[in-house]
């Protein structure tokens, strides 16, 4: 069974950082791209950064310089490091893998950042 297990979330002020942390257990993680999708109420799902499974990363423009995206395949662990955050990245914060062989998406449970003064 494919587990997805994101934490780190929680409240932080304007400018300020966190971390957020998946988890993934059931399939082969370090061949395995994986990213981060984002959605705030209201609004649509956005993918926010993707990392490969040799390691090349993508990241939306909107968090482009401000949010880090980076693995550890010793840990089956995937990690944002999100710097500056901006009122405006409030939201759940979600992690996802796709299996192209079995065209099956993977979602993790989705963890709260909000950031506010």
């Known amino acids: 069974e494919v587990q997805l297990v994101e934490s780190g979330g929680g409240l932080v002020q304007p400018g300020g950082s966190l971390r957020l942390s998946c988890l993934a257990s059931?399939?082969?993680?370090?061949?395995?791209?994986m990213s981060w999708v984002r959605q705030a109420p209201g609004k649509e799902r956005e993918l926010v950064a993707t990392i490969g499974g040799r390691g090349s990363t993508s990241y939306a423009d909107s968090v482009k310089g401000r949010f880090t995206i980076s693995r550890d395949n010793a840990k089956n662990t995937v990690y944002l490091q999100m710097n500056s955050l901006k009122p405006e990245d409030t939201a759940v914060y979600y992690c996802?893998?796709?299996?192209?062989?079995?065209?099956?998406?993977?979602w993790g449970q989705g963890t709260q950042v909000t950031v506010s003064s």
């Open positions: 059931g399939f082969t993680f370090s061949r395995s791209g």
């Open positions: 996802y893998s796709r299996n192209p062989i079995l065209r099956m998406d993977y």
